[in-house]
Structure formats: structure tokens, C-alpha cells
């Protein structure tokens, strides 16, 4: 005979597995509570599918061109390597800075809910009385987190992305024309340089690395410590931030592209620990976090 009454309300009673489960752990509990806890203490993040396929399009594109230019460098069409850095850039970079906007958002609500309670009896008494400052500030943060919550969306991000595609994809082209580094025709191949018609790819992680990480740092180093979310993405976020760092200096230092090391553990490498650390912020994480 069971020991509890089975919650029917929370889970499916036709389901036999689901009764042979609790049956199977009634002799190791006290309550209903603890076997449900079992499934409830870990909030579940949603990732949006549309940034993972983006950000996943972006890391096969990046692979495939670093495998190819690695094993054909000397005959690799420079048109395609510029190319294929120019759409897989962004398709990395972009998606990776709406799920940390994202998290932000939702560590920006947890906050300000969690502030709110604490301040429960300020915020009643408050009713009866001038507004104080901490008030104001309140409503003033609550306005700033409903125009956040409109602009960092999965869609609006996305709109972003495709603008931003269009137009290194038409930018991509005008230089394979004029270009004589990275010429159509004639097809220009073999030991491709980084010039500055990579202006707009230098742009966009620049402006990741130099910019959008350490603001992203400095708003978790403001948030309450309490927040579950917040020791995860700080670690993503500095592990991006080293990865990027890597990438740059061994892109850059003649001694190491001059070396056979470099043949084993290219540049590139590093954005593939870039891709590591989302993988365990979007994927591994969201599914760890308790609440």
C-alpha cells in the first residue's frame, strides 16, 4: 500500500513509471515534498533555439574555415577565409552577448524582487509618507527593467544579427572586387593576411572584448550575492574574456605563428574555448541552477 498520496496535481497519475518511482522512494523519505523536491530544486534556464542554432551555424563555419585554411594554407582562397570569418563572426559573437544580456535581465529582475521584499516595511510605510529616494529609485529601476526586457529579446537580437549580416555580406563581396588582398578574380590564394579591410570583423570583437565583457563584469559585480546566476556568468564571462585574450596575442605575435607550435595549437583554438564556456553557460548550467 503506498505511503503517500500519489500528487496528482503535479504529476501525471496514468503514469506507471511515475507511481513505481514513488513507491521505489517512499521507504527513503518522510514526505511527498522531499521525492518532489527531487525534480524542483533546479531551475531550468530556457535558451532560446534560434541563438543556439545561430551561435552553433557560427561555430561549424569557424571550425570548417580554421581546419581548411590549417591544412591548405598555402593555396586556401583568401576571399573565403575573409568570407567566412566576416559570417561566422558575428554569428558567434552576437548571440553570445543576448544569452549574457539575457542572464543580466533576469539577474536585474531577481534583484530588484529580491530588494523589494527586503524592503517590505520601508515600502508600506512609504504609502503614508512623502516618497523617499529609495523609493524613487525603485520605480525608476522598475521602468529601466521593462524597457530592458523589450530591447534584450531573442527576436530583437536576431534582427540585429540579420542587419549586421546583410551588410558583411555586401561589404564581403564590394572587396573581393577592389581588393587586392582577398581578389575574386583573379582568385587570390595561399598565406592570407589579416589587413584592414578585417575592419569590421576587428570591430565586432574588439568591441566584445574591450567593451561588452568588462560591462558585462562590472553590472554582475553589482548585483546581490545571493543571486544563483551570478558566480555561473561571471565565470563564463571572464573565461570568454581570456579566451579573447589568447586569440589576440597568439594572432598577433610573429614568434608564435613563426613556430611549429603553432601548427598544433593554432589561434583559433582559443575561440574554441570561447565556445566551450557558452556551451557550459546555455547548455550545462541553465540546467544546474538551483533556485
Known sequence: MPKFEFPSDKLDITNERAHTFIEKCEEYVDSMDEIL???????????SFRL???????????????????????????FLMFFCTGISYPLLIIPCMGYILNYLKQCYYSNYAYDKIANDESAISSNFSEPTKSTTEKVTTHKLLNKFNFYISAKFITKILFTYLA??????VIIGFISKDYSIFPLEQGFCTLTVEYAPQLFLIF???????PFSVYELCKLNDSINMKTSLMFTTIFMFISLLGYFIMSLLPSYNCSQTSRYWPSDTFVLLLCISYHYTQIATPQKLKN
Open 167 to 172: 551588410i558583411i555580406i555586401i561589404y564581403s
Open 37 to 47: 523536491s527531487i525534480f524542483d530544486d533546479y531551475k531550468s534556464l530556457n535558451s
Open 52 to 78: 543556439t542554432l545561430f551561435f552553433s551555424a557560427g561555430g561549424l563555419i569557424n571550425i570548417a574555415n580554421s581546419y581548411f585554411v590549417q591544412i591548405n594554407y598555402t593555396k586556401y582562397p583568401c
Open 207 to 213: 568591441f566584445f572584448f574591450l567593451i561588452f565583457l
